[in-house]
C-alpha cells in the first residue's frame, strides 16, 4: 500500500472531545464508565456505558436537523466538523466530486427508532415521524455528513459488527490509492446506550455484569475479566495521499501503510479458538507494509474483555510474532472509556495517533490479576514512554471477521 496521510482528526467519546481533554484522559487512565441513568435499565444485567457529555457545546446542528436524525448521526456530523478543521481544509476550494465519506458502525439508529416505534403502538400510523424512514438505518450518517457538506464522491458504510470503523479506513485507504478520491473522511459512530441496543448487546453475552464498579469493570486480559462495557461515540479521519499533503503543506499525525482482514467462518458469534485467521490477517497486513513483526513497536489490541476474545487475540499475537510476541508492547485504551463496537476502530485510531506523537504509550487499565492465557507484554494501568514509529491495530467483529491496520510515524 501506498502511504495515506491521516491530516485530522474529530473526537467524541466519553474522555472527551477537544483532543487535548481526550488525550489527557487516556493517558492517565481516567476511567469514564459509569451506571446508566439516561433511561431505568435496572433489569438489564449490564447496565453501565460510557456517555457521550457536552455534544451540544461543541454542535452546530440546527435543532430543526436534530428532530430528524439520530443521536449517531448528531455525533459524525460534529466529528466530521472537528476533523475538516483540525486538517485545515477549505471545502469550497476542493472538487467536492472527488471527495469520499467511508463511514462504520454495527447497529444504526436506535434512540430515534425505538421511539418512534413506540408511538406507531401507541397513536398508530399518524404518530409516527416521515424521518423514521431515513434516520435509524446504517448509512444514515453517511447521507447527513454528504448533505451538509455536498459531498459528491465515491463513498460507502460498512457494517462489521466491531471491526466497522476500521475496517471503512482501511477501504478508503485503498480506494485513494486506486485514484478514485482527492481525499476521504473516514471513521465511525455507534449510539448503543438505548433500551432496545442495550438489550441486543446484552443477548450477545458479551457484556461485562459487574455493574457496582463501573470504572473498573472493562478489564481486558485479566483473568477475571467477564465482558466488555459499551459506550457511545464517533471519530472521523481526513485521509489524503503523499501528492496532496506536499501541495497544500498539511500536518501529518501519521501514515496508513498496511491493512489485512480475514474472516474465521467457524461460528456466527466466537471467534475461532486457534486464532488462525486473525493470524493471516496480521500477516497480509505486514506485508502489505513491507514490514516484520520486530517492525511493530506498539500493539493497540482488540481487547474485548472476554475469555474467548482475548485469549485466542493473545494466542494470535504469539503465533503471527514468533519469538518477539512478548517483546511488542500491546495494550487496550478502550478499557478507559468503553467498548464503542463499530466506531471502536476508529477511536483506536486516534487514540494510537496522538500515542505515537506524544511517544507515550496508553495503558489497559483495571487489570489486577495476570492470566497465565494471557501472557504478552502489556502496558497495565500506568502510561509507558516509548517512542513509536510503527504501530499496529486489531479489531475484531462477531462471526469471526478480523480487521489489522497499520501506521507509522510521519
Known amino acids: 500500500m501506498e502511504k495515506i496521510a491521516i491530516t485530522g482528526l474529530g473526537i467524541i467519546s466519553p474522555s472527551g472531545i477537544d483532543k487535548r481533554v481526550f488525550w489527557a484522559n487516556i493517558k492517565a487512565g481516567r476511567s469514564a464508565v459509569e451506571k446508566i441513568e439516561r433511561f431505568d435499565a435496572s433489569l438489564y444485567p449490564s447496565r453501565i456505558a460510557g456517555h457521550v457529555k457536552e455534544l451540544e457545546g461543541y454542535s452546530n446542528v440546527s435543532s430543526r436537523l436534530l428532530k430528524k436524525i439520530d443521536l449517531f448521526s448528531h455525533m459524525a456530523l460534529v466529528a466530521s466538523e472537528l476533523c475538516i478543521e483540525d486538517a485545515k481544509i477549505n471545502l469550497s476550494q476542493e472538487n467536492l466530486k472527488r471527495v469520499g465519506i467511508f463511514m462504520g458502525n454495527a447497529i444504526g439508529g436506535w434512540l430515534y427508532a425505538e421511539t418512534e416505534l413506540r408511538d406507531m403502538y401507541l397513536e398508530g400510523r399518524e404518530g409516527v415521524s416521515p424521518f423514521m424512514a431515513s ?12 448533505i451538509n457538506y455536498g459531498i459528491k464522491g465515491f463513498s460507502k458504510t460498512i457494517v462489521a459488527d466491531r471491526a466497522s470503523s476500521l475496517m471503512a479506513i482501511g477501504y478508503a485507504a485503498r480506494t485513494i490509492n486506486r485514484g478514485k478520491c482527492d481525499f476521504i473522511l473516514a471513521g465511525g459512530m455507534e449510539a448503543p ?9 446484552n443477548t450477545s453475552g458479551m457484556l461485562t455484569e459487574n455493574n457496582d464498579n463501573p470504572r473498573s469493570a472493562y478489564r481486558p486480559f485479566d483473568k477475571n475479566r467477564d ?7 464517533a471519530g472521523v479521519l481526513t485521509l489524503e495521499p503523499q501528492s496532496r499533503i ?21 461460528n456466527r458469534i466466537a471467534p475461532s479458538v486457534d486464532g488462525k485467521q486473525l493470524v493471516r490477517a496480521i500477516k497480509i497486513a505486514l506485508n502489505d507494509a513491507g514490514l516484520l513483526p520486530k517492525d511493530i513497536d506498539y500493539i493497540c489490541a482488540d481487547g474485548a474483555g472476554s475469555q474467548i476474545g482475548d485469549a485466542t487475540e493473545t494466542k494470535a499475537i504469539k503465533d503471527a510474532f514468533g519469538d518477539y510476541a512478548k517483546k511488542v508492547i500491546v495494550s487496550a485504551p478502550k478499557s478507559i472509556y468503553g467498548n464503542m463496537l463499530g466506531a471502536s476502530g476508529v477511536l483506536d485510531v486516534i487514540t494510537t495517533v496522538l500515542a505515537m506523537e506524544h511517544n507515550i504509550i496508553p495503558p489497559t487499565i483495571n487489570y489486577e490479576t495476570p492470566d497465565p492465557v494471557c501472557d504478552l507484554n502489556y502496558c497495565v494501568n500506568k502510561a509507558q514512554e516509548q517512542t513509536i514509529k510503527n504501530a499496529m491495530i486489531i479489531n475484531r467483529g462477531r462471526g469471526g471477521i478480523n480487521c489489522v491496520l497499520i501506521l507509522q510515524k510521519s
Not at 135 to 146: K, T, V
Open 135 to 146: 434516520a435509524w438505518f446504517p448509512a444514515a450518517p453517511q447521507g447527513q455528513i454528504s
Open 193 to 201: 446506550v438505548t433500551p432496545y441496543a442495550l438489550l441486543c448487546c
Open 227 to 233: 465482558g466488555l462495557a459499551i459506550a457511545e461515540g
Open 246 to 266: 506536499a501541495a497544500r503543506g498539511a500536518h501529518v499525525y501519521a501514515n496508513i501503510i498496511g491493512y489485512g482482514t480475514t474472516t474465521d467462518a467457524v
